[in-house]
Protein backbone atom coordinates (compact mmCIF):
# COMPACT_ATOMS: atom_id res chain seq x y z
CA UNK A 1 0.00 0.00 0.00
CA UNK A 2 1.27 3.21 -1.15
CA UNK A 3 0.87 6.73 0.46
CA UNK A 4 -1.70 7.81 -2.08
CA UNK A 5 -4.28 4.88 -1.22
CA UNK A 6 -3.46 5.84 2.65
CA UNK A 7 -4.23 9.34 2.07
CA UNK A 8 -7.72 8.48 0.57
CA UNK A 9 -8.70 5.83 3.47
CA UNK A 10 -10.52 6.15 6.23
CA UNK A 11 -12.40 3.61 9.24
CA UNK A 12 -15.75 2.64 7.92
CA UNK A 13 -16.84 1.18 11.06
CA UNK A 14 -20.71 1.91 12.27
CA UNK A 15 -20.86 5.17 14.01
CA UNK A 16 -17.09 6.02 13.86
CA UNK A 17 -16.74 10.04 12.69
CA UNK A 18 -13.50 10.75 12.90
CA UNK A 19 -11.94 7.85 11.09
CA UNK A 20 -9.18 9.92 9.58
CA UNK A 21 -6.22 9.51 8.99
CA UNK A 22 -5.30 5.68 10.01
CA UNK A 23 -2.25 5.60 11.97
CA UNK A 24 0.41 3.66 10.32
CA UNK A 25 1.97 1.22 12.15
CA UNK A 26 5.15 0.30 9.67
CA UNK A 27 6.38 -3.49 10.09
CA UNK A 28 8.03 -3.73 6.47
CA UNK A 29 8.96 -0.68 3.95
CA UNK A 30 9.95 -1.43 0.52
CA UNK A 31 10.92 1.47 -2.09
CA UNK A 32 9.86 0.50 -5.81
CA UNK A 33 10.64 3.15 -8.51
CA UNK A 34 7.59 4.78 -10.42
CA UNK A 35 8.21 6.96 -13.38
CA UNK A 36 7.65 10.81 -12.63
CA UNK A 37 4.64 12.99 -13.64
CA UNK A 38 5.06 16.33 -12.80
CA UNK A 39 1.60 16.92 -14.11
CA UNK A 40 -0.26 13.76 -12.49
CA UNK A 41 1.85 15.35 -9.21
CA UNK A 42 0.09 18.11 -9.48
CA UNK A 43 -3.39 17.05 -9.83
CA UNK A 44 -3.36 15.04 -7.04
CA UNK A 45 -1.99 17.26 -5.08
CA UNK A 46 -5.25 19.44 -4.75
CA UNK A 47 -7.04 16.23 -3.10
CA UNK A 48 -4.97 15.13 -0.41
CA UNK A 49 -4.83 15.81 3.37
CA UNK A 50 -1.30 17.39 3.57
CA UNK A 51 -0.56 16.79 7.27
CA UNK A 52 -2.33 12.87 6.95
CA UNK A 53 0.13 12.77 4.52
CA UNK A 54 3.62 13.66 6.13
CA UNK A 55 2.54 11.83 9.44
CA UNK A 56 2.25 8.95 7.32
CA UNK A 57 5.35 9.58 5.29
CA UNK A 58 7.49 9.94 8.38
CA UNK A 59 6.06 6.86 9.98
CA UNK A 60 7.22 5.08 6.69
CA UNK A 61 10.78 6.58 7.59
CA UNK A 62 10.66 9.75 4.97
CA UNK A 63 10.88 13.08 6.64
CA UNK A 64 11.59 15.04 3.64
CA UNK A 65 8.40 16.76 3.10
CA UNK A 66 7.85 20.51 4.88
CA UNK A 67 5.51 20.30 7.47
CA UNK A 68 2.84 23.08 6.25
CA UNK A 69 0.88 22.57 2.59
CA UNK A 70 3.11 24.66 0.18
CA UNK A 71 1.67 26.97 -1.89
CA UNK A 72 0.95 26.99 -5.61
CA UNK A 73 3.74 29.26 -6.70
CA UNK A 74 6.09 25.71 -5.27
CA UNK A 75 4.13 23.50 -7.32
CA UNK A 76 4.52 24.86 -10.26
CA UNK A 77 8.18 26.09 -10.41
CA UNK A 78 9.84 23.88 -7.71
CA UNK A 79 10.62 20.60 -9.55
CA UNK A 80 12.71 19.21 -6.29
CA UNK A 81 9.42 19.53 -4.20
CA UNK A 82 7.56 17.51 -6.93
CA UNK A 83 9.94 14.83 -6.97
CA UNK A 84 9.85 14.15 -3.22
CA UNK A 85 6.05 14.33 -3.25
CA UNK A 86 6.21 11.45 -6.13
CA UNK A 87 8.54 9.64 -4.04
CA UNK A 88 6.10 9.78 -0.88
CA UNK A 89 3.11 9.43 -3.01
CA UNK A 90 3.87 6.31 -5.68
CA UNK A 91 7.50 4.61 -4.43
CA UNK A 92 6.86 3.66 -0.54
CA UNK A 93 5.28 0.36 0.02
CA UNK A 94 3.95 -0.68 3.44
CA UNK A 95 4.51 -4.40 2.85
CA UNK A 96 3.63 -5.78 6.15
CA UNK A 97 2.20 -3.60 9.26
CA UNK A 98 -0.91 -2.69 10.62
CA UNK A 99 -3.84 1.15 9.85
CA UNK A 100 -5.43 1.98 13.28
CA UNK A 101 -8.08 3.45 13.50
CA UNK A 102 -7.83 6.98 15.44
CA UNK A 103 -10.88 6.89 17.24
CA UNK A 104 -11.55 2.64 17.89
CA UNK A 105 -8.14 1.59 18.57
CA UNK A 106 -9.17 -1.25 15.76
CA UNK A 107 -6.20 -2.77 13.84
CA UNK A 108 -6.08 -3.42 10.06
CA UNK A 109 -3.61 -5.41 9.20
CA UNK A 110 -1.49 -5.39 6.52
CA UNK A 111 0.28 -8.15 4.28
CA UNK A 112 2.29 -8.60 1.46
CA UNK A 113 0.85 -4.67 1.15
CA UNK A 114 -2.81 -5.30 1.08
CA UNK A 115 -4.57 -3.83 3.60
CA UNK A 116 -7.62 -6.06 5.07
CA UNK A 117 -10.26 -3.65 5.12
CA UNK A 118 -13.01 -6.07 6.12
CA UNK A 119 -15.07 -4.85 8.27
CA UNK A 120 -16.95 -7.68 11.41
CA UNK A 121 -20.69 -8.39 11.17
CA UNK A 122 -21.05 -6.08 14.17
CA UNK A 123 -19.05 -3.66 13.01
CA UNK A 124 -21.42 -2.61 10.10
CA UNK B 1 -22.34 -20.59 -19.52
CA UNK B 2 -23.81 -23.62 -17.52
CA UNK B 3 -24.15 -21.92 -13.70
CA UNK B 4 -23.79 -18.32 -12.78
CA UNK B 5 -20.73 -18.12 -10.10
CA UNK B 6 -22.61 -16.20 -7.99
CA UNK B 7 -25.52 -18.79 -7.61
CA UNK B 8 -22.76 -21.20 -6.50
CA UNK B 9 -20.92 -19.75 -3.72
CA UNK B 10 -20.08 -16.16 -2.43
CA UNK B 11 -17.21 -14.35 -4.18
CA UNK B 12 -14.72 -15.36 -1.37
CA UNK B 13 -15.15 -18.48 -1.29
CA UNK B 14 -15.83 -18.82 -5.33
CA UNK B 15 -12.70 -17.27 -5.81
CA UNK B 16 -10.20 -19.94 -3.92
CA UNK B 17 -6.74 -20.23 -4.99
CA UNK B 18 -7.66 -22.88 -7.78
CA UNK B 19 -10.28 -21.02 -9.47
CA UNK B 20 -8.57 -17.72 -9.34
CA UNK B 21 -5.31 -19.79 -10.94
CA UNK B 22 -7.70 -20.88 -13.81
CA UNK B 23 -9.56 -17.50 -14.28
CA UNK B 24 -6.47 -15.57 -14.73
CA UNK B 25 -4.53 -18.64 -16.90
CA UNK B 26 -7.44 -18.60 -19.10
CA UNK B 27 -6.35 -17.04 -22.39
CA UNK B 28 -9.92 -16.60 -23.51
CA UNK B 29 -11.01 -14.34 -19.93
CA UNK B 30 -7.98 -12.70 -20.02
CA UNK B 31 -8.71 -11.75 -23.54
CA UNK B 32 -12.57 -10.82 -22.76
CA UNK B 33 -11.35 -8.80 -19.71
CA UNK B 34 -8.73 -6.80 -21.61
CA UNK B 35 -11.51 -5.77 -24.32
CA UNK B 36 -14.18 -5.16 -20.99
CA UNK B 37 -11.93 -3.04 -19.24
CA UNK B 38 -10.65 -0.86 -22.61
CA UNK B 39 -14.63 -0.55 -23.40
CA UNK B 40 -15.46 0.58 -19.83
CA UNK B 41 -12.37 3.23 -19.33
CA UNK B 42 -13.61 4.66 -23.08
CA UNK B 43 -16.86 5.29 -21.09
CA UNK B 44 -15.72 7.06 -18.51
CA UNK B 45 -14.88 9.72 -20.89
CA UNK B 46 -11.67 11.25 -18.79
CA UNK B 47 -10.78 14.36 -20.13
CA UNK B 48 -7.84 13.94 -22.91
CA UNK B 49 -5.17 15.70 -21.61
CA UNK B 50 -2.65 13.36 -20.96
CA UNK B 51 -2.53 13.83 -17.56
CA UNK B 52 -2.94 10.73 -15.42
CA UNK B 53 -5.96 10.00 -13.29
CA UNK B 54 -6.32 8.12 -10.24
CA UNK B 55 -9.05 5.40 -10.68
CA UNK B 56 -10.81 3.19 -8.64
CA UNK B 57 -11.47 -0.42 -9.64
CA UNK B 58 -13.97 -2.12 -8.03
CA UNK B 59 -13.62 -5.97 -8.00
CA UNK B 60 -10.58 -5.97 -8.97
CA UNK B 61 -9.89 -9.43 -8.62
CA UNK B 62 -6.35 -10.71 -9.87
CA UNK B 63 -6.18 -7.62 -11.41
CA UNK B 64 -6.56 -8.26 -15.27
CA UNK B 65 -8.52 -5.12 -15.65
CA UNK B 66 -6.03 -2.85 -13.39
CA UNK B 67 -3.28 -3.67 -15.72
CA UNK B 68 -5.53 -2.37 -18.74
CA UNK B 69 -6.13 1.23 -16.37
CA UNK B 70 -2.27 0.85 -16.35
CA UNK B 71 -1.52 0.60 -19.82
CA UNK B 72 -3.44 3.81 -20.42
CA UNK B 73 -1.21 5.61 -17.98
CA UNK B 74 -3.75 6.31 -15.44
CA UNK B 75 -2.81 5.17 -11.64
CA UNK B 76 -5.46 3.18 -9.70
CA UNK B 77 -6.53 1.68 -6.38
CA UNK B 78 -8.46 -1.88 -6.53
CA UNK B 79 -10.87 -3.28 -4.38
CA UNK B 80 -12.12 -7.07 -3.83
CA UNK B 81 -13.19 -9.76 -1.21
CA UNK B 82 -10.94 -12.77 -2.45
CA UNK B 83 -7.60 -13.00 -1.22
CA UNK B 84 -6.56 -15.39 -3.71
CA UNK B 85 -7.55 -13.38 -6.20
CA UNK B 86 -5.82 -10.59 -4.95
CA UNK B 87 -2.95 -13.06 -4.29
CA UNK B 88 -2.45 -13.52 -7.56
CA UNK B 89 -2.78 -9.81 -8.35
CA UNK B 90 0.25 -9.11 -6.16
CA UNK B 91 2.10 -12.25 -8.18
CA UNK B 92 1.43 -10.99 -11.16
CA UNK B 93 2.94 -7.25 -9.82
CA UNK B 94 -0.01 -4.95 -11.02
CA UNK B 95 1.30 -1.78 -10.54
CA UNK B 96 -2.27 -0.25 -8.32
CA UNK B 97 -2.49 -0.46 -4.92
CA UNK B 98 -4.66 -3.33 -3.96
CA UNK B 99 -7.32 -3.70 -1.01
CA UNK B 100 -9.08 -6.56 1.06
CA UNK B 101 -12.70 -5.10 1.83
CA UNK B 102 -16.54 -6.12 0.77
CA UNK B 103 -17.73 -3.07 -0.93
CA UNK B 104 -21.04 -3.60 0.60
CA UNK B 105 -19.52 -2.36 3.37
CA UNK B 106 -18.61 0.54 1.56
CA UNK B 107 -15.65 1.78 0.16
CA UNK B 108 -14.43 3.92 3.34
CA UNK B 109 -13.02 6.68 0.76
CA UNK B 110 -12.81 10.65 1.55
CA UNK B 111 -15.07 12.62 -0.63
CA UNK B 112 -13.61 13.60 -3.83
CA UNK B 113 -10.93 12.55 -4.08
CA UNK B 114 -11.69 9.52 -7.43
CA UNK B 115 -11.14 10.82 -10.78
CA UNK B 116 -13.21 7.51 -12.08
CA UNK B 117 -14.17 4.18 -11.42
CA UNK B 118 -14.84 1.02 -12.90
CA UNK B 119 -15.87 -2.55 -12.43
CA UNK B 120 -15.92 -5.54 -14.50
CA UNK B 121 -18.31 -8.30 -13.96
CA UNK B 122 -18.22 -7.29 -10.23
CA UNK B 123 -21.05 -5.36 -9.00
CA UNK B 124 -24.02 -8.01 -9.76
CA UNK B 125 -22.06 -10.28 -6.87
CA UNK B 126 -23.70 -7.78 -4.48
CA UNK B 127 -27.29 -8.91 -5.60
CA UNK B 128 -26.95 -12.08 -3.70
CA UNK B 129 -27.51 -12.26 -0.16
CA UNK B 130 -24.53 -14.53 0.79
CA UNK B 131 -24.95 -14.34 4.67
CA UNK B 132 -27.89 -14.62 6.62
CA UNK B 133 -27.40 -10.75 7.99
CA UNK B 134 -26.97 -9.56 4.46
CA UNK B 135 -29.84 -7.90 2.88
CA UNK B 136 -28.93 -7.13 -0.83
CA UNK B 137 -30.80 -3.68 -0.95
CA UNK B 138 -28.50 -2.18 2.67
CA UNK B 139 -25.56 -3.37 0.96
CA UNK B 140 -26.13 -1.72 -2.47
CA UNK B 141 -26.90 1.13 -0.70
CA UNK B 142 -24.09 1.21 1.15
CA UNK B 143 -21.88 0.77 -1.70
CA UNK B 144 -23.57 3.31 -4.42
CA UNK B 145 -23.58 6.12 -1.36
CA UNK B 146 -20.04 5.39 -0.78
CA UNK B 147 -18.79 5.64 -4.15
CA UNK B 148 -21.09 8.80 -4.92
CA UNK B 149 -19.23 10.52 -1.87
CA UNK B 150 -15.94 9.56 -2.79
CA UNK B 151 -15.89 10.23 -6.80
CA UNK B 152 -14.89 14.23 -7.66
CA UNK B 153 -17.52 16.26 -9.60
CA UNK B 154 -17.93 15.21 -12.67
CA UNK B 155 -16.61 12.10 -12.73
CA UNK B 156 -18.18 8.87 -13.68
CA UNK B 157 -18.75 5.24 -12.72
CA UNK B 158 -18.74 2.73 -15.14
CA UNK B 159 -20.01 -0.95 -14.29
CA UNK B 160 -19.56 -3.79 -17.07
CA UNK B 161 -22.31 -6.10 -15.48
CA UNK B 162 -24.33 -9.30 -16.26
CA UNK B 163 -27.87 -9.36 -14.78
CA UNK B 164 -29.29 -12.28 -14.05
CA UNK B 165 -32.44 -10.40 -15.09
CA UNK B 166 -34.20 -7.52 -15.71
CA UNK B 167 -35.33 -7.19 -11.98
CA UNK B 168 -31.63 -7.47 -10.68
CA UNK B 169 -30.66 -4.74 -13.22
CA UNK B 170 -33.45 -2.55 -12.24
CA UNK B 171 -32.60 -3.14 -8.62
CA UNK B 172 -29.21 -1.70 -9.39
CA UNK B 173 -30.73 1.34 -11.58
CA UNK B 174 -32.18 2.34 -8.18
CA UNK B 175 -30.21 2.30 -5.87
CA UNK B 176 -27.82 4.00 -8.19
CA UNK B 177 -29.94 6.86 -8.94
CA UNK B 178 -31.58 7.02 -4.77
CA UNK B 179 -27.59 7.44 -4.32
CA UNK B 180 -27.50 10.88 -6.31
CA UNK B 181 -26.26 9.14 -9.70
CA UNK B 182 -28.00 10.28 -13.04
CA UNK B 183 -26.59 8.27 -16.22
CA UNK B 184 -27.79 5.30 -18.53
CA UNK B 185 -27.41 1.85 -19.74
CA UNK B 186 -25.00 1.27 -22.63
CA UNK B 187 -25.65 -1.77 -24.50
CA UNK B 188 -22.83 -3.06 -27.05
CA UNK B 189 -24.57 -5.55 -29.75
CA UNK B 190 -27.92 -5.99 -28.04
CA UNK B 191 -29.19 -8.22 -30.97
CA UNK B 192 -26.79 -10.48 -30.27
CA UNK B 193 -26.63 -13.18 -27.35
CA UNK B 194 -22.85 -13.92 -27.24
CA UNK B 195 -21.24 -10.61 -27.56
CA UNK B 196 -24.45 -8.60 -25.74
CA UNK B 197 -22.55 -6.32 -23.32
CA UNK B 198 -24.36 -3.82 -20.75
CA UNK B 199 -22.38 -1.36 -19.07
CA UNK B 200 -24.22 1.09 -16.49
CA UNK B 201 -22.67 4.56 -16.64
CA UNK B 202 -23.34 6.78 -13.97
CA UNK B 203 -22.69 10.29 -13.66
CA UNK B 204 -21.84 12.58 -10.63
CA UNK B 205 -22.56 15.92 -10.34
CA UNK B 206 -24.34 18.64 -12.24
CA UNK B 207 -21.85 17.94 -15.75
CA UNK B 208 -24.69 17.28 -18.27
CA UNK B 209 -22.33 15.46 -21.16
CA UNK B 210 -24.19 13.08 -23.25
CA UNK B 211 -23.70 9.09 -22.82
CA UNK B 212 -22.11 7.66 -25.71
CA UNK B 213 -24.56 5.18 -27.64
CA UNK B 214 -23.76 1.26 -27.64
CA UNK B 215 -22.15 -0.37 -30.58
CA UNK B 216 -24.06 -2.80 -32.93
CA UNK B 217 -22.96 -5.65 -34.89
CA UNK B 218 -21.58 -3.24 -37.75
CA UNK B 219 -19.35 -1.59 -35.20
CA UNK B 220 -20.79 1.43 -35.12
CA UNK B 221 -22.74 3.39 -32.57
CA UNK B 222 -26.89 2.11 -33.02
CA UNK B 223 -28.75 5.45 -33.90
CA UNK B 224 -31.94 6.05 -30.82
CA UNK B 225 -34.36 5.75 -33.73
CA UNK B 226 -33.93 2.46 -34.11
CA UNK B 227 -36.06 0.17 -32.20
CA UNK B 228 -38.34 1.55 -29.33
CA UNK B 229 -38.26 -1.04 -27.02
CA UNK B 230 -35.84 -0.95 -24.01
CA UNK B 231 -33.44 -4.02 -24.65
CA UNK B 232 -32.83 -2.92 -28.21
CA UNK B 233 -32.14 0.71 -28.47
CA UNK B 234 -28.76 1.24 -27.65
CA UNK B 235 -29.23 3.57 -24.63
CA UNK B 236 -31.79 4.33 -21.70
CA UNK B 237 -31.51 7.55 -19.91
CA UNK B 238 -32.67 8.06 -16.70
CA UNK B 239 -32.42 10.34 -13.74
CA UNK B 240 -34.24 11.04 -10.48
CA UNK B 241 -35.76 14.28 -10.77
CA UNK B 242 -37.57 16.22 -7.60
CA UNK B 243 -41.40 16.28 -8.32
CA UNK B 244 -43.12 18.76 -6.31
CA UNK B 245 -45.65 17.14 -3.96
CA UNK B 246 -49.38 17.16 -5.26
CA UNK B 247 -51.89 17.03 -2.60
CA UNK B 248 -54.27 14.26 -2.42
CA UNK B 249 -57.40 14.74 -2.07
CA UNK B 250 -59.21 11.82 -0.41
CA UNK B 251 -60.96 9.31 -3.09
CA UNK B 252 -64.53 9.24 -2.81
CA UNK B 253 -65.15 6.37 -4.68
CA UNK B 254 -63.13 3.49 -2.38
CA UNK B 255 -60.47 1.43 -3.29
CA UNK B 256 -60.88 0.18 -7.39
CA UNK B 257 -59.63 -3.04 -8.57
CA UNK B 258 -57.35 -0.84 -10.97
CA UNK B 259 -56.21 1.09 -7.64
CA UNK B 260 -55.19 -2.01 -6.28
CA UNK B 261 -53.32 -3.20 -8.65
CA UNK B 262 -50.96 -0.51 -9.38
CA UNK B 263 -50.54 -0.42 -5.50
CA UNK B 264 -49.39 -4.23 -5.79
CA UNK B 265 -47.41 -3.23 -8.62
CA UNK B 266 -45.69 0.01 -6.80
CA UNK B 267 -45.16 -3.01 -3.51
CA UNK B 268 -43.48 -5.29 -6.01
CA UNK B 269 -40.92 -2.65 -7.01
CA UNK B 270 -39.98 -2.20 -3.93
CA UNK B 271 -38.90 -5.26 -3.81
CA UNK B 272 -41.94 -6.88 -1.35
CA UNK B 273 -43.18 -10.25 -1.87
CA UNK B 274 -46.93 -9.55 -2.96
CA UNK B 275 -49.24 -12.52 -4.14
CA UNK B 276 -49.84 -12.64 -7.72
CA UNK B 277 -52.83 -10.84 -9.78
CA UNK B 278 -55.64 -13.48 -10.50
CA UNK B 279 -59.20 -13.16 -11.47
CA UNK B 280 -59.66 -13.34 -7.61
CA UNK B 281 -57.84 -9.72 -6.78
CA UNK B 282 -60.10 -7.16 -6.05
CA UNK B 283 -62.95 -9.11 -6.45
CA UNK B 284 -66.31 -8.00 -4.93
CA UNK B 285 -66.64 -9.60 -2.03
CA UNK B 286 -70.28 -10.97 0.33
CA UNK B 287 -71.67 -8.11 2.27
CA UNK B 288 -70.34 -9.66 5.63
CA UNK B 289 -66.20 -9.03 5.20
Known sequence: MRLITHNMLSCNIKGVTNGFPLRIEAGNVIKKEVDFNPDFIR???????????????????????????????????????????????LELHLEEGALVCPETGRKFPV?????NMLLHEDEV | MANRPELLAPPEIFYDETEARKYTSSSR?????????????????????????????????????????????????GLDISASMLNVAVEREVEGDLLLGDMGQGLGLRPGVIDGAISI??????????????????????????????????ARAVFQVYPENIKQRELILRQALQAGFGGGLVVDYP???????????????????????????HDEGCSEDDSSEDEESGMVSMSDRNRPKKRQKPNKEGKSREWMLRKKEQSRRKGNDVPADSKYTGRKRKSRF
Open chain 1, 43 to 89: HMFAKLEWKALVEGARSMGYAELPEDSPDAAVLESDESFLKKLHHAL
Open chain 1, 111 to 115: NKGIP
Open chain 2, 29 to 77: IVDIQAKLSERALELLALPEDGVPRFLLDIGCGSGLSGETISENGHHWL
Open chain 2, 121 to 154: SAVQWLCNADKSSHEPRLRLKAFFGSLYRCLSRG
Open chain 2, 191 to 217: HSTKKRKEFLVLTCGSVQTSIQTGKNE
